[in-house]
């Protein structure tokens, strides 16, 4: 089980840490104790690879250093 409100990190670390045998059950969202919903290893990937999406998006693939991304939405 992982809080809610976690990050993305936190439930790949969560999921990383257990054992084989449990890595196609999903993980369970709780909200004050209280079970809210579930994330499986699928859903948590597709989340994973988004942000990495959104981060190469931000930098200048040649240099890795912040890109123009902020300035134009700024401008925009």
């Not at 999921?15 to 969202?29: E, G, I, K, M, Q």
């Not at 994330?39 to 912040?66: F, N, S, Y």
């Amino acid at each position: 089980t992982i809080a809610a409100d976690a990050s993305v990190r936190e439930a790949m670390q969560v999921f990383a840490s257990r054992p084989d045998h449990a890595a196609p059950a999903p993980l369970v969202l709780l909200d004050a104790g209280r079970p809210v919903g579930g994330v499986t290893p699928a859903d948590l990937l597709r989340a994973a690879a988004e942000m990495l999406d959104r981060q190469h998006a931000r930098t200048a693939p040649v240099t890795g250093l912040p890109g123009r991304v902020r300035c134009d939405e700024h401008l925009g």
